[in-house]
């Protein structure tokens, strides 16, 4: 047996995310796979590889195309602080080569490391450095493969492929204004991780100027390091102002032509691309109520309307979308029947009861997206007009892929064995799956999955190994995320599903339930939060632990706690401020406490303007709810945390001081929204569980 624990298991892997192949590029031909993987499930540096599908018999199908250790000849790779925000936005764990771009023929691939730039031929795995200025961000090649694009220094910048004729198309014009990236709310509420787009002729560019002036200047300090300044930026909160960003076509000479559109009313840049019928954008307004996508006349920046999207509470912003086909057609989504339904031309295509959730990708076989019958699984789907809507996974799970030039790649993740697995498939030929070194977990998970109650609440149960019908009930111990935009409950081994089962192996009765507000399970289901995001998910907690203990006499209801990060942090303090009769004790991680101080774009959805809803602000304020607390609580906030800043846990405490309720407080120096790494998820999961056992008697 292992004498490796979960949480060092956890620590080691990161999560598991180590060694599993992904970042998928499909070459024209459909033959070549490119991918990103590290050497081992314990190995952080990551490599770029090539599968090779018509291999000759014997040889090997892999080719590793870049080690990163080679091209750092041992040194350690050294990140600029807007490489570690842009891995922060995008929740990358790994380390080295973590991301790729590549041309439309995928022979040339580039990427950044260590702040410089890199260029790799796919055929040979000749790879060059280019004297690119430094630190780089987000380097693509324009879909020629001519020349290569990237920012650096908040400027869009264009080297050309063989190393030649590095210049600024677009260099900044203020002391708060970048080229090419995406500001914060993009990054953290959008899922816009881009901010420029090539032509595909390589001829031009599609550019976002961010201007952050008008923004409130926020900073972040590490107090265990007092002789490092700290660090400024510029910070969205609710009601405050926005980024001004505005789009502009870069020619290659540095002639810039401004996109026309009225920022007034639509300050939200949610989406834009250039494809063969020209560039387009998808602009929001404030209150989220209306999305207009507009075509771009690439010659004078002017612009026409193809599609409005309105919706009272908000319009849902799909990723992948908005795109469109070979044809032309615009692709969308609508909310109808209960049904968010892709639509092309503004006419749904696909059935009602089959609920959209991403659009993948679009080539000549058409649209290929991910959809939910079930809330708990999401499938894989294309669309083809002559062919109309089928399905391409139906094993239960959770669904993804690639495809092009009829090679799919599809990624699985099912309820039946840990961890992700890839078949990248081609008719007629049997299946191929490029090697995993991911890690297997040391706990096999014990756990029901089930609907609780007469609202069908999606839940999962998770009891100790050991134990038995007739042994003495469990306290028991809500592990959700509970809220929008986030599942726990879904169709796969996760690694939260792990952290459930070890916090069972300890003496616990683990219930996960996905309530009001999260995704999957249709449009009414996701706005039962709209103006109020805590109280609707509390009482779906409270009623799913109920229902589950009538079905379940393992429960000890005289002994129930609740742990949670970020809005599961919010949760959790939540239920023992407001329903301390049920909840006995409380563990949050990294809360956001008071509802000000998150960001505009993701707080102002659900609880509108502070300015037209200051009530709903005051309501959820967990700092001016502070003197009900009875129970004993636990925050933990990371210090290094630039989504939901310190200061939410260090107010809430110094407002439990003041009311005279004791709580604890563990300070994570370094830490971001992301959580610990290393050494330090060990150590956190043992805290907590010590605090646990102190808290709740006999445990």
Known sequence: MSTITLPQQLARTRRFTLGAPDHFTIAPDGATVLFLRSRAGDDPLSCL????????????????????????????????????????????RSSGIVGYATDAAARLAVFALSGNLWSVDTATGAARRLPAESPVLDPRPDPTGSRIAYVSAGALRVIEADGTGDRAVAAPDGPHVAFGLPEHVAGESMDRHRGYWWAPDGSRLLVARVDESPVTLWYIADPANPARPPRAMRYPAAGGANADVSLWIADLD?????????????????????????????????????????????????????SEARDEHWVKLVPGLPARTAAGALLGSADREDTRRLTVDGVPVTPPGLQLRAVLGVDDQGVLFTASEEQTESHLWSY??????????????????????????????????????????????????????????????????FSAGPRELRSMLFLPSWHRAGDAPLPVLLDPYGGPGGQKVTAEQGSWGHVSQWFAEQGFAVLVTDGAGTPGRGPRWEREIHGDILRPVLDDQVAALHATAERHPELDLARVAVRGWSFGASLAITAVLHRPDVFHAAVAGAPATEPLMYDTHWRERYLGHPDQYPERYERDSL???????????????????????????????TALLAAGRPHEVLPLSGVSHAGPSGADVERMLEHQLDFLRRSLPSV
């Not at 870049?66 to 842009?86: I, Y």
């Not at 939200?268 to 998808?282: E, K, Q």
């Not at 239960?396 to 993740?413: E, F, S, W």
């Open 254 to 306: 540095g002639a810039r032509t401004p996109v026309a559109w009225d920022p007034s009313a639509f300050e939200y840049l949610t989406a834009a691309g250039w494809d063969a019928h020209g560039p387009f954008a998808a602009v929001q307004s404030r209150d989220q109520r209306t999305v207009r996508v507009l075509a771009v006349d690439p010659a004078d920046g002017s612009t026409a309307q193809l």
């Open 384 to 449: 083809h007009p002559e062919e109309g809507v089928r399905a391409l996974s139906t094993e239960p799970g959770m669904h993804t892929g690639v495809r092009r030039a009829g090679t799919l790649v599809h990624v699985a993740r099912t309820p039946d064995r840990p961890g992700r697995r890839v078949d990248v498939l081609r008719p007629g030929r049997p299946a191929v799956q490029p090697l995993s070194h991911a890690e297997r977990p040391v706990l096999d998970l014990r756990v029901t999955r």
């Open 49 to 92: 590889w090539a599968l090779d599908l018509d291999a000759a018999p014997g040889a090997e199908a892999e080719r590793l195309l870049v080690d990163p250790a080679e091209l750092l000849s041992g040194g350690a790779e050294q990140l600029s602080d807007e490489e570690r925000t842009r891995r922060e936005r995008s929740r990358e």
């Open 623 to 653: 700092v001016a709810a502070a003197p009900l607390l009875t129970r004993p609580l636990l925050l933990m906030h990371g210090f290094a945390d630039d989504n939901v800043f310190p200061a939410h846990t260090l107010r809430l405490s």
